[in-house]
């Protein structure tokens, strides 16, 4: 299936960023008929020539403005189906608006970093001297001529 005029002219196409519409492409080209859907991996997008930047940043931008319909998670074989949503959007504006909150959305909550642990206490040289056993005397070095005689 190929692209129609009527969807290369609309603007929520003219939204799209040039991976969501290599994407599109790619996705279109698998899909058979209007309304039909297909089963594509991520590795094979990437084989079709696309980065795996464009893949992961192209396709929510293809569901959030009404594209396609993507079911499925991460990098197993998810099914593509195309939609009509995209008829909906009448401007520009309504565009970036629904690309924004896809993009919202889709992202990650904070990883949460773990507790600052407590500093270590380094013990000051005379409790190291308190701690060695009878007889035995901390290593005095010479002194260098430059340094004042305690």
Do not use: C, H
Not at 10 to 15: C, K, L
Not at 79 to 87: C, L, Y
Not at 94 to 106: F, S
């Amino acid at each position: 299936m190929k692209p129609s005029d009527e969807m290369l002219r609309s603007p929520a196409y003219a939204a799209l960023g040039g991976s969501a519409r290599s994407v599109l492409r790619v996705i279109l080209e698998e899909i058979d008929a209007p309304g039909g859907a297909a089963q594509l991996s991520t590795l094979f997008l990437l084989q079709a020539g696309l980065s795996s930047t464009a893949v992961t940043s192209g396709v929510p931008d293809l569901a959030a403005l009404g594209f396609v319909k993507v079911t499925g998670k991460g990098t197993a074989t998810r099914e593509f189906a195309s939609s009509d949503g995209w008829t909906t959007i009448v401007d520009r504006a309504e565009a970036g608006r629904r690309l924004a909150e896809g993009k919202a959305a889709a992202q990650r909550p904070a990883r949460r970093r773990p507790a600052a642990a407590a500093p270590t206490v380094i013990p000051a040289v005379n409790e190291i001297t308190a701690r060695l056993p009878e007889g035995i005397r901390r290593s005095v070095y010479p002194r260098m001529p430059w340094e004042a005689a305690s």
